[in-house]
């Protein structure tokens, strides 16, 4: 790697030829002295220099391109003593148009005036070399930068787009897409150049489990087990497939997804849509990952299957069987029991009927961690009583809040897209003070036994970073990257390491409960 005061000298450099080369032509323009041209292809320089295309609206371009190397001059000085996002992007903005518009004026010489200036093209190279020198200069920042315009061309170009089509066939085309990008190494490697940052500061041991980051994909979005091998080079730390069910479930009644754009939110109406344990199974055996990889397992949406509690029951002990016997390379396993949007009327939430299900799990000897999926919507009191079951059991070594918000009086709701809302509940902003006061009391209570994953309502790094503050060692989410853009991840990452040095933290676990 080229030493930085090489770079800083070699631009300097650069920048006074330029300026130097952009005077001697705005010097001749002003004087109609002669231009000191070499013969051959070069020779007749004044074809070039009185052309129709040396000024513009009447403005010489040997003084724009004099005006420009003066500014960058400045902007380059002050970026390299003040420092500061701003002047550098305001560098790499110069840069790039300095670039387009001297391949423009090159094309003019070559195929149209067919007539070639040495100064103006010594001018082309310099822009050339500077664009250059700039981005190897400041490579992080130039990548963030990249960030922001990718978020940007989202918002502006492509929400609003997929924001008129049907959310469901969005999601799908995203899952199609997404598994096609993650078998082709070129398209992984493409993706990791623009968005993986490594942080060691953020990196964590978690149930004997190494997490380069804190961010994961939560449960509910890749129920195809899609995206698990191009989700590390988008930045992701890791993700929860599924949620599985032993049987496979072809969903609710559509509409299942519907969008709520001023309240940050979208409706949920899933109950499980999954292929099944055997199709995932089959699908991600003699799979490897470059991330930690779980799974999450639920009850089959079907009365048939798991219309009581007994049936239930036997309904995810057997799906548990399925997945410890086939040996897959995930980390860890979810179980949820708090999806809003199932049949029949069983529930896990009753002390007594949890306490049922992870005695039949608890038998099963389960080689791999496991977390709850719990429920947002009940009370402080509720929870208590289901977290003092869960920490009898050894197998069970974290909890995850949590799931969709069902109280659509929530304030976070506009008015009227709640009153015209369909079936299911919502994900999102809705979701993000109840989890963390959740997130809160869990840690609290027993946050020297469990480990608690916050998901929710994450929007910034600073959502992340304040479920992270209350005990959350790990965060999910998913619906802030479907507002913000894929870039999102990177965003959150890079944005908490500069809120932990901030605050004086040496790495992530260090702020984890520091505000419960």
């Known amino acids: 790697m080229i030493k930085r005061r090489v ?23 002003f004087n109609s002295s002669i231009i000191i041209c070499s013969e051959g292809i070069f020779g007749n320089c004044g074809e070039v220099l009185n052309s129709q295309y040396s000024t513009v609206f009447g403005f010489p371009l040997a003084v724009i391109g004099l005006i420009y190397y003066f500014i960058f001059g400045y902007l380059f000085w002050v970026a390299l003593t ?6 550098k992007r ?23 005036i067919k007539s070639l200036c040495p100064y103006c093209l010594l001018s082309a190279i310099i822009s050339l070399i500077l664009y250059l020198l700039v981005r190897l200069l400041w490579r992080r920042d130039y990548r963030l930068f990249i960030l922001t315009k990718i978020e940007f061309s989202y918002k502006v170009f492509a929400k609003p787009l997929f924001f008129l089509l049907p959310p469901e066939w969005v999601h799908e085309q995203a899952m199609f897409w997404g598994e096609i990008a993650g078998k082709i190494p070129l398209m992984r490697n493409f993706f990791k150049k623009v968005f993986y940052f490594e942080y060691p500061i953020l990196k964590q041991k978690i149930a004997g489990i190494t997490f380069d980051n804190p961010l994961g994909l939560s449960a509910g979005y890749d129920y195809m087990s899609a ?51 055997d199709a995932t199974i089959d699908k991600l055996k003699n799979m490897s990952f470059e991330f930690p990889l779980g799974i999450s397992i639920g009850k089959t949406n079907s009365i048939e299957f798991a219309g009581t509690k007994k049936a239930a029951v036997g309904d995810v002990v057997a799906a548990f069987k399925k997945f ?8 860890y396993y979810e179980l949820n029991i708090s999806c809003p949007n199932l049949k029949g009327g069983v529930t896990f939430y009753p002390p007594e009927e949890l306490n049922i299900l992870l005695k039949s799990l608890k038998k099963l000897n ?44 929530d304030k ?26 959740l997130i809160k009391l869990a840690y609290s209570r027993y946050g020297n036994k469990l480990i608690v994953i916050g998901c929710g309502g994450i929007f910034t790094a600073e959502d992340a970073y304040r479920k992270i503050r209350l005990g959350a060692s790990l965060v999910e989410l998913i619906t802030g990257m479907i507002f913000e853009g894929p870039q999102l991840i990177s965003q959150i990452n890079t944005k908490l390491v500069e809120l932990l040095r901030k605050d004086g933290f040496e790495k992530l676990s260090d702020a984890v409960g520091i505000d419960s």
């Open 7 to 29: 770079i800083v000298w070699l631009a300097t450099i650069m920048v006074m030829f330029g300026f130097l080369d952009t005077l001697y032509l705005s010097y001749n323009h």
């Open 82 to 87: 003040l420092g500061g996002k701003l002047y």
């Open 90 to 112: 305001l560098i790499f903005i110069q840069t790039a148009l300095g670039l387009v518009f001297s391949a423009y004026l090159t094309f003019l010489q070559f195929f149209i």
């Open 227 to 277: 995206f698990s091998k191009i989700l590390p080079s988008v930045g992701f730390g890791f993700e929860t497939v599924g949620t599985i069910s032993n049987y496979p479930f072809e969903g609710n009644a559509r509409p299942r997804l519907g969008r709520l754009p001023k309240s940050k939110s979208l409706l949920v109406n899933k109950g499980f849509r999954n292929p099944g344990a």
């Open 324 to 331: 410890e016997s086939a040996k897959l390379k995930n980390k």
């Open 366 to 409: 389960i080689s791999k961690p496991v977390f709850i999926k719990m429920p947002i919507e009940k009370s402080d009191e509720e929870v208590r009583k289901m977290l003092d079951v869960i920490v009898k059991y050894k197998f069970i070594v974290g909890v995850i809040f949590g799931n969709l918000q069902k109280d659509r009086s």
């Open 412 to 437: 976070s709701f506009d008015q009227l897209e709640i009153k015209t809302a369909g079936i299911g509940n919502f994900s999102g902003k809705p979701t993000f003070r109840r989890s963390n006061e």
